[in-house]
């Protein structure tokens, strides 16, 4: 290059390196192989050309600043961009010298970059292409379409599709103006020859009158509307303060309600509750009622030979020998319960009083001398030979004997199945036999039976009682 505003022909970049996208469809544009063909002068026309289609947009002012800041970067070559500078000038230098001057001149006072909008993507090889050519090229195709974007109501640039859409759609708008204007100018013809005759006028003032009372009438009701407007819109405030108020109390309200309710609920569980536990109390006591006391603590039973109470053998056999504790406790059972039923019948013993103690149960004798009969004994009874045991039993005999006579004069017909008299018990089956209750020259065999037969007897006493005082199973009395 002999200067720096020669380019060559291998420094001139393709128009197809450069892809702009359509302001509309967004679709990649194809540029026309012309644009590469811009100089100067075309430019300018162009420039000039848009500014007289829009007088109102575009100004000198905005043309000035393009060629400002075009002049910035480098000046337009005479010819075309493919072509060298040797074949273009010769032909336009005398022409356009006046020009580039302004340009030039422009160029020294200007130092504003350009800024554009245009969106574009650049495609293939650049790296062997000279970027002031590159950049050249590119500002002045994008300053001309913000050129033709300024002076008109769509941006640019735009494909071949959308193009023909808005001139289709401005060919329309055409010709509606047209049919618009048509009619407007047929109707001033028409206004313009005819003319109003004074009874017209008079119709008309007449009219207009009507119009304007009515117009008052209108205004008058208006404010009267707007009035009541103001009012309702008063009113609405303060509703909407009374529902922020009742939505408040409903708050407050649901929220007692629903601590009342709770209490309600667990009040009404407490109250079945304790309905449960009243009507378990209720059917416990029924049963109770139903329930014979003496039964139900002293159960009066035979095991084999043995007469026993609550468990208890009452007795021994030389083949079934019985532990003199199991005795002991069935003598405290027995006392306890003939003490109990003397109790309740209100008896009073003569001479004796039970003495109910466990296993070492005895009978106090109420003599000048009181002394005490044990009914409890010891493996050693044999060996060393202890008369009270056996008057203690026989003390007890007599004890159920008085027992038994108060019985009988209570009700005449009640007969205990065995007949006792002192210290003996009779055996009723026909054979007439008289058992001892004492131990002493006595077989193990008839004392235990003599204790079978007076357990018996004791056992009817006891049913006895439970039928004839009733309150005995209530625990009164």
Known sequence: MSDGSVISEKEVTSIDEIRFICSRCKQILHLDPSFSNIDKR???????????????????????????????????DDGPLEEGRSSGIAA?????????????????????PYTSNISFTMVGDVTNTSM??????????????????????????????????VLNQLAKELTEAQSETDLYLKYCDDLKNSSPTPEELDSLGKELKSLQEEERELLARLEETENERDDTKEQIKRMKIQRDKLKTEEKEFLKLNAESSAQRIEIDREQKTVENHMQNAELQL???????????????????SFGTI???????????????????????????????????????????????????SYIQTLENKPKDLPLYGSSRFRLLWDGKFDQG??????????????????????????????????????TGDAYQI?????????????????????????????SEFPSTSSGSK
Not at 43 to 59: C, D, G, R, V
Not at 132 to 138: A, E, G, P
Not at 441 to 465: H, I, P
């Open 92 to 112: 336009n230098q005398d022409s356009s010298q006046t020009e580039n001057e302004a340009i030039m001149s422009a160029s020294r006072n200007s130092t504003k």
């Open 393 to 430: 039993m026989i003390a007890f005999l007599h004890c159920l004997q008085q027992f038994k006579e108060e019985l009988e004069r209570s009700n005449k017909d009640l007969k205990l199945p065995y007949k006792m008299d002192n210290g003996k018990i009779e055996d009723p089956s026909g």
């Open 310 to 360: 609550n468990g208890f053998r009452l007795g021994k056999l030389p083949n079934k020998p019985v532990e003199w504790d199991e005795i002991n406790a069935a003598w405290g059972q027995t006392t306890l319960l003939l003490a109990s039923l003397i109790k309740k019948i209100g008896l009073q013993l003569q001479k004796y009083r039970l003495v109910p103690f466990g296993n070492h």
């Open 438 to 466: 004492k131990l002493q020259f006595n077989s193990d065999e008839n004392w235990t039976k003599a204790l079978k037969f007076m357990l018996t007897n004791l056992k009817w006493g006891l049913a006895w009682v439970s």
């Open 132 to 165: 002031d050519t590159f950049s050249h090229k590119l500002n002045t195709i994008i300053k001309l379409f913000d050129v033709i974007s300024s002076n008109t109501s769509l941006d640019h640039p735009l494909c071949e599709e959308c193009n023909d859409q």
């Open 286 to 304: 029924k049963r109770l009622r139903k329930t014979n006391v003496f039964n139900a603590t002293f159960h009066i039973w035979h095991t084999g």
């Open 42 to 76: 075309t430019f300018m026309e162009l420039i000039t050309a848009a500014k007289q289609s829009n007088p109102q947009t575009s100004t000198q002012s905005s043309v000035t600043s393009i060629i400002e800041s075009q002049s910035e970067e480098k000046p337009f």
